[in-house]
């Protein structure tokens, strides 16, 4: 099975050239000036896919997901079917998803849950990073042993009080386990401790509104818990990496551990680099559909998010897609903001968002390849398979179109939840074509891709540990 890309611009994280992509089977075999030699004779029985005036860009890496995650006494909406579709239809080609250990449950078991639910389902290749809920000395164990099996990533909370949430101890016990085996300590960063004592206090003024779950959740319990995740980290020695950072305080404390050469990263998403706290505050109950945490913030800190993907102290956007319906679902919060469910739909659009990044001058196009493809496969162990348009890597390739223009809305978008929390917005930018592992899943806008064709990826270790 050959496939020639031809005539396109091909875009890696180290550059952007006009080039010809030789696909056989599986593989990219060559990357060559565009009409080379080489290339008339491949293209006998190949299929041509013609990319002149568009951008050919290696298959994105969102390593934040959250399909079918059970929350706050419902599931998040998409499946790892309607899930891994709606990603691909966005450029997306690989999605590393979060099992979860529940309390009281051996991990493997929490794993294998997971593993069933994608197995069979997904669109596109999937691998798993493991959520701890209870650190013991039998789940330290369980983590070298899980590390061994392609799942080289712990993610821990210091938010959610009763549910996910660890203490300090555990958190440095679990971070010292990671110490040895090199796995990356992932964190949710937030006081939830404190946060539940301004929640309850909120509600008992009669403070149920949606944009209540934003003033309960202020900046400073986010930068002080990254802070603190920070000093953990470098006591132990383990790698941490900041999921979801949304403020100019907790940016600063990545910045300052970087700085001094710990192994500190971070990733932030396109919810906070688009949309603010004025959102949360809309009419009535509609801010419900920007509930997540860490919650949207005022817009000021947008700006400092943007720098800090360009100096690489955020070296990852993720889109911590987390969808739940408005109705049933959020609307299980009506009158208590505490009870919406808390997450943002958004595995469709964060390539589509970034490259706006491009078009206003906050990254240049390498730099947009980088943060949503190239630092994510190298941070999570899947490079140079997965994050770059290279002989050997995979072929996950996606055609794109600079200058179309969209209109996002729930109406068309293809993630299973009935709203969009970008509803109306307009873009320059669109993925025509997308190929996973040298098989056309989306062809010129239309989806051609099979459940199942996703196969399980097991990872390597971080490759930026220093
Ligand atoms: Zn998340």
Redesign the pocket.
């Known amino acids: 099975m050959r496939t020639l890309v031809r005539g396109g611009t091909v875009v890696n994280a180290t550059g952007a050239r006009a080039a010809d992509v030789l696909v056989e089977d599986e593989r990219v075999i060559a990357v060559v000036a565009p009409g080379a030699a080489l290339v008339g004779n491949f293209a006998d029985g190949a299929t041509v896919i013609d990319a002149s005036g568009r951008l050919v860009l290696p298959g994105a890496v969102d390593v ?1 997901t ?1 399909m079918e995650l059970p929350f706050g006494g419902t599931h998040a909406s998409d499946t790892f079917e309607t899930g891994t579709k709606a990603a691909a239809w966005g450029g997306t080609t690989t999605i590393v998803d ?1 099992a979860v250990q529940r309390k009281g449950e051996p991990m493997r078991a929490g794993l294998d849950a997971w593993l069933a639910k994608a197995e069979g389902n997904c669109a596109i290749d999937y691998g798993f990073h493991m959520i701890v809920s209870d650190v013991n000395e039998q789940t330290c164990k369980e983590m070298d042993a899980l590390v061994g099996e392609g799942i080289t990533s712990f ?1 821990l909370f210091m938010a959610y009080p009763g549910v996910f949430y660890s203490t300090d101890g555990e958190i440095l016990r679990a971070m010292q386990q990671a110490r040895g085996s090199g796995a990356t300590i992932m964190m ?1 960063a937030e006081n939830g401790i404190a946060i539940d004592v301004l929640v309850a206090e909120a509600l008992a003024r009669g403070e149920t509104a949606p944009r209540f779950h934003g003033t309960t959740r202020p900046n400073l319990l986010e930068a002080e818990a990254t802070a603190r995740a920070v000093a953990l980290a470098k006591l132990t020695g383990a790698p941490l990496y900041i ?2 950072l949304s403020t100019t305080g907790a940016l600063e404390a990545v910045r300052e551990a970087r700085s001094q050469g710990q192994n500190a990263f971070a990733e932030t998403c396109p919810q906070y680099l688009f949309l603010s706290s004025d959102d949360l505050a809309r009419e009535g109950f509609e801010g419900a559909k920007y509930v997540c945490s860490p919650p949207l913030r005022p817009r000021e800190h947008q700006a400092n998010l943007w720098r800090g993907l360009r100096t690489d102290d955020l070296s990852v956007v993720s889109t ?1 897609h ?1 969808p739940f319906c408005f109705k049933e679902q959020k609307e299980l919060g009506r009158g208590d903001f505490s009870k919406i469910p808390n ?1 943002l739909p958004g595995v469709e659009h964060r390539v589509d968002l970034t490259y706006q990044g491009v078009l206003a001058g906050e990254l240049t196009l390498p730099r947009w390849v980088e943060v949503n493809s190239a630092t994510p496969a190298r941070m999570f162990g899947l490079y140079p398979k997965k994050g770059v348009i290279a002989p050997g890597s995979d072929a996950d390739i996606v055609i794109y179109d600079p200058a179309a223009k969209q209109v996002i809305s729930a109406t068309t978008h293809h993630m299973n939840v009935d709203y969009s929390a970008y509803e109306g917005k307009e873009l320059t930018g669109r993925v025509r074509s997308v190929l996973s592992r040298g098989r056309l899943v989306i062809d010129d806008g239309r989806y051609v891709g099979q459940k199942g064709q996703g196969q399980f990826l097991a990872r390597g270790q971080n490759q930026y540990l220093i």
Request: proline content about 0%; aromatic content about 10%.
């Open positions: 934040h959250h979060f993610k949710h999921v979801h911590d987390c997450g």
